[in-house]
């Protein structure tokens, strides 16, 4: 279906109007900023949580320039009420940790000519984000109800590719057990005739793991393991562990990478390539995953946790189903109880708000968002009710943290169809020009795909689906970025401490 330029926009809802009343009110309110000096401060470390390409480094640049610019954030009601006197990026306190390249970020999505998305992340990056905020009085008696009401809230966030998250489901296997898993599955892989399966296998095969440590029989295994989880990645798979070897990091060419999932051996000589590999799977825990959670990922007070559903609908039941596989053990990894090693390091602390949300619902007409707030609720019900049941308030919905689409609704022969229109870089050209096409996405029945991929379907039954990646328009730094639900996510996520 094409909807044109000029179908109708259904944009200017009362939430616009409203935003526009929000944005006079904090104009107004900006003005006291100087007069007033912070006398309390607090910091609220905000987890943002998802594999590869579930949108956190859009959602942490969108996060930030709204906070910047709040007119568009009417759900936050610190920002509705005009109580956000200021918002400044900070060094972060840990000065040995890059700072999140906001800026850049933020020009490339809306930058004039051609605005991108921003690259995969390669490294960690750290930012605080401090807030001067004008805090309501809690009653009568409140004491700054007399007039110190000033307050400094710090939000700090980190930003971490996302292929290293699986690495957290690595921590409670031995080499011999995440072996296993894995050349059972390089098995199945090989039986679909994924190329990089069998090369693998081959490779394995000609292998005596029991000799003495080769560094090249070491290096030939490797480097055929990493092109095996590349192709793996390029499907759609999540589990992709260990994650340093799609993106390594500051590893790059380390030794401690240097392991692949060998045929368990028992009694083997202690200088064999498979004592090697056994060690280095043990270091690559120790040294690289059991750090990166402890000083990164454990301390924090609350998370969002972003699923991009659409993408593992698109790219079929198997990877459907590793996404839930993953995201489930996961999140069991932050909320500790029957593994030792975290519950020592959480110390009894706990995540106070999960939210659980799908993005990119800028892909659908609202009529469809319903449906894909469910899509969390679905695929990560255990999770959902296991935070629930240790306490932590949660919450599921879908957002947008970039909005890149504006709903159009065309009725041909008296019927209407309700969808999307966006940029997109045009099919038959590599030149790369943008068109803008309309997209009439449903999304089908979260029970009836969860079914299917349980059930090991290789495609689904009603046949592929397929979601447009749209692109976004050039903007001015003035103008705030379109979002949809960002206010309401930060309202639950934060709203309270502001
Ligand atoms: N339409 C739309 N697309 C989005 C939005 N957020 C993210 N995307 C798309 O999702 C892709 C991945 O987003 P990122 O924020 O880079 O994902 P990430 O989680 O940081 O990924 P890694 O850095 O690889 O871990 C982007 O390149 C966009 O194509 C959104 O709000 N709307
Ligand atoms: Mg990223």
Not at 199 to 221: D, H, I, M, P
Not at 294 to 316: E, F, P, T
Not at 445 to 471: C, H, M, T, V, Y
């Amino acid at each position: 279906m094409g909807m044109g330029k000029n179908g109708q926009d259904h944009r200017g809802t009362m939430r616009e109007i409203v935003a526009r009343r929000g944005a006079t009110e904090l104009r107004r309110a900006g003005k006291a900023v100087e007069t007033v000096i912070p006398d309390r401060e607090r910091v609220i470390r905000l987890g943002v949580t998802g594999l590869s390409r579930a949108g956190k480094t859009v959602f942490i640049t969108s996060l930030v320039a709204s906070l910047d610019n709040p007119e568009t954030m009417v759900e936050l009601a610190a920002a509705r009420e005009g109580r956000i006197k200021a918002a400044n990026l900070e060094p972060h306190p840990e000065g040995t940790i890059p700072r999140f390249p906001f800026e850049d970020h933020r020009r490339t999505m809306i930058r004039q000519g051609k605005p991108a998305w921003p690259e995969g992340t390669k490294k960690l990056s750290k930012l605080r984000l401090s807030l001067l905020i004008h805090r309501k009085p809690r009653n009568l008696l409140d004491r700054d109800f007399l007039g110190r009401h000033e307050e400094t809230v710090h939000l700090d966030i980190i930003d971490f590719p996302g292929e290293w998250l699986v690495d957290l489901t690595m921590m409670d296997k031995d080499f011999a057990s995440w072996s296993v898993e894995c050349l059972e599955k390089i098995t199945f892989e090989t039986l679909n005739g994924r190329e990089e399966a069998i090369v693998y296998l081959k490779q394995l095969k000609r292998t005596n793991t029991e000799a003495k440590f080769n560094q090249e029989n070491a290096q030939s295994l490797a480097k055929a393991f990493i092109a095996y989880l590349k192709a793996l990645k390029k499907d759609g798979y999540s589990r992709c562990t260990p994650g340093r070897l799609l993106q390594p990091g500051d590893l790059e060419n380390a030794a401690i990478l240097t392991f692949a999932p060998l045929h368990s051996r028992d009694k083997v000589d202690k200088k064999s390539l498979y004592k090697k590999f056994e060690s280095r799977f043990e270091a690559y825990k120790r040294q690289v995953v059991q750090p990166f959670f402890r000083n990164h990922l454990s301390k924090i007070d609350r998370q969002v946790v972003l699923v991009d559903v659409m993408a593992a609908i698109q790219a079929g039941p198997g990877p459907f189903e590793d996404q839930r596989k993953a995201m489930r053990d996961i999140l069991s990894v932050f909320q500790p109880g029957r593994n030792l090693w975290l519950t020592q390091l959480f110390q009894g602390r706990r995540v106070e708000k999960i939210l659980f949300a799908a993005t990119k619902a800028d892909h659908l007409h609202h009529s469809q968002h319903g449906k894909l707030s469910t899509y969390p609720d679905g695929v990560l019900r255990e999770s959902v009710q296991r935070a629930d049941n240790k306490g932590a308030k949660t919450r599921v919905m879908s957002i947008a943290a970039l909005r890149v689409t504006e709903e159009h609704t065309v009725t041909e022969d008296n019927v209407n169809y309700e969808g999307v229109c966006g940029w997109l870089f045009s099919k038959d050209d590599d030149s790369r020009e943008r068109e803008f096409v309309g997209y009439p996405g449903t999304l089908p029945d979260i029970g009836a795909l969860l079914k299917e991929a349980r059930q090991g379907e290789k495609e689904w039954r009603d046949g592929r689906q397929s979601f447009p990646k749209f692109l976004p328009e050039p903007r001015s730094r003035e103008q705030p970025l379109p979002h949809i639900r960002l206010d309401q996510a930060l309202e639950f996520l934060i709203g309270d401490l502001l």
